[in-house]
């Protein structure tokens, strides 16, 4: 139990074009997703938090008009990244917590998504 | 501010042989802490957390922690190692004050078991 998958797993786009990537709770119901983008060889940095229903909140330093979070199911939340652009090449990662026959509130971490943008 | 350090990039060890995973802490408030794993190009895994309790905690694929107050650690340990244990371990602490859903992650250590 407790699975989070992403889609899609890796994608190209190209430069001023947007992009969306989905983040699903498969067999849990998740009350808060979380969004984190890791640069290579480096650490996981938590962009936003989002409830379902409601706005997300956004880190410091993190724009909200380029990052569109979408939390509109307790299954699932999306991420668009509008007008990429090449510094926005990176890894990224959706967590969701939740309530699951063998926890409650822990965060689950889908696969990843790598977003290339040329 | 909470904040976990994990002061090696590498660790290399033998097939067979003890490892170590080194993680400080700094915390304001209860220390809620974390081991994940995480393989090439993929998300990460849950190995073990540290909520309460007893300061030796057992977890996934025979990983363990020892949670160590006043040393301020939290060091993921395997007996014996094993080259599928080749990955990037994470160590993260919960913020237990102001948003309980933040979780603050260390640099990562690369592990290298050579067999």
């Known amino acids: 139990g407790a699975v989070v998958s992403q889609h899609p797993s890796w994608v190209i786009c190209k430069s001023g074009t947007s992009v969306k990537i989905e983040c699903r709770s498969l067999?849990?119901?998740?009350?808060?997703m979380f969004w984190y983008r890791q640069f290579p060889k480096q650490s996981l940095m938590l962009m936003a938090t989002?409830?379902?229903?409601?706005?997300?909140?956004?880190e410091q330093g993190v724009e909200k008009d380029k990052f569109l979070i979408n939390h509109a199911s307790l299954t699932l939340s999306t991420l668009t990244v509008t007008s990429a652009h090449p510094e926005d090449s990176s890894f990224y990662i959706c967590?969701?917590?939740?309530?699951?026959?063998?926890?409650?509130?822990?965060?689950?971490f889908g696969p990843g998504t790598r977003l290339t943008v040329t | 501010a909470q904040s976990v350090a994990q002061p090696e990039d590498q660790v290399n060890v033998a097939e067979g042989n003890p490892l170590t995973v080194k993680c400080t802490y700094s915390?304001?408030?209860?220390?809620?802490l974390f081991w994940y794993v995480q393989y090439p190009n993929r998300g990460l895994q849950f190995l073990l957390k540290?909520?309460?309790?007893?300061?030796l905690v057992k977890g996934s694929y025979g990983f363990e922690a020892e949670f160590n107050k006043s040393q301020t650690s939290f060091h993921l340990k395997k007996p014996s190692a094993l080259v599928s244990d080749s990955a990037l371990y994470f160590c993260?602490?919960?913020?237990?004050?102001?948003?309980?859903?933040?979780?603050?992650f260390g640099s990562g250590t690369k592990l290298n078991v050579k067999p």
């Open positions: 993260a602490v919960r913020d237990s004050l102001y948003n309980f859903n933040k979780f603050y």
């Open positions: 067999d849990f119901q998740a009350t808060t």
């Open positions: 967590s969701a917590r939740g309530i699951t026959k063998t926890s409650s509130g822990e965060q689950y």
């Open positions: 540290y909520i309460t309790g007893d300061n």
């Open positions: 989002s409830n379902e229903g409601s706005k997300a909140t956004y």
């Open positions: 915390v304001s408030g209860n220390p809620y």
